[in-house]
T-cell receptor, first 116, second 112 residues
Framework: DTGVSQDPRHKITKRGQNVTFRCDPI?????LYWYRQTLGQGPEFLTY????????KSRLLSDRFSAERPKGSFSTLEIQRTEQGDSAMYLC??????????????FGPGTRLLVL | SQKIEQNSEALNIQEGKTATLTCNYT??????LQWYRQDPGRGPVFLLL?????KEKRKERLKVTFDTTLKQSLFHITASQPADSATYLC???????????FGKGTSLLVTP
């Protein structure tokens, strides 16, 4: 399977704990995105990497969130001191810029986080 | 502020009919617009992309129109099937941007 993969698929944690999610993008894609999606809403952008450089962070990404992409391949998203409001689906997507500056993002299956 | 609006109500149609989903946007000047399908508990799957200079795009039973004057895109599924039941998301995009901004999606239910 050469699609985007995410691990774990589900995570239940207690409030105040730290959690880390992993995303493995499509291998030839140099761009990687993290989104968050809550019930009844579309995905909301969190952060974006081009290769190993984190080029943009949304204001949704509080200080408790940190993302890395150390070698320009897989990425991790860590949430420290989780809160119940962090419960959501965390989606990873990857892309590569097409000719004519069009871009399609390919999404992974997501990690569903439940904070108790 | 930028806003993307999709049919807020779920769309229920009978198998074999054409489903039409609407995406309206304000305070955007997208160079292109994408439609994604999302099944429960899964990530969005790319369906179609239409450029601002294209009026219509087709792929099998899917058709997308893009009217930059009305700031609207319509997404049609002809000869709908129960397997088409899902949430459909639209995402207008610019050439200079990178993150996708999605509407809330429209839930489609096709009944036999």
């Amino acid at each position: 399977d050469t699609g985007v993969s995410q691990d774990p698929r589900h995570k239940i944690t207690k409030r105040g704990q730290n959690v880390t999610f992993r995303c493995d993008p499509i291998s030839e894609h140099n761009r990687l995105y993290w989104y968050r999606q809550t019930l009844g809403q579309g995905p909301e952008f969190l952060t974006y990497f081009q290769n190993e450089a984190q080029l943009e962070k949304s204001r949704l990404l509080s200080d408790r969130f940190s993302a890395e992409r150390p070698k320009g391949s897989f990425s991790t998203l860590e949430i420290q001191r989780t809160e119940q409001g962090d419960s959501a689906m965390y989606l990873c997507a990857s892309s590569t810029r097409l000719a004519g500056a069009l871009e399609t993002q390919y999404f992974g299956p997501g990690t569903r986080l439940l904070v108790l | 502020s930028q806003k993307i609006e999709q049919n807020s109500e779920a769309l229920n149609i009978q198998e074999g009919k054409t489903a039409t989903l609407t995406c309206n946007y304000t305070n955007y000047s997208p160079a292109y617009l994408q439609w994604y399908r999302q099944d429960p508990g899964r990530g969005p799957v790319f369906l179609l992309l239409i450029r601002e200079n294209e009026k219509e795009k087709r792929k099998e039973r899917l058709k997308v129109t893009f009217d930059t004057t009305l700031k609207q895109s319509l997404f049609h599924i002809t000869a709908s099937q129960p397997a088409d039941s899902a949430t459909y998301l639209c995402a207008p995009a610019s050439n200079s941007g990178y993150a996708l901004n999605f509407g809330k999606g429209t839930s489609l239910l096709v009944t036999p």
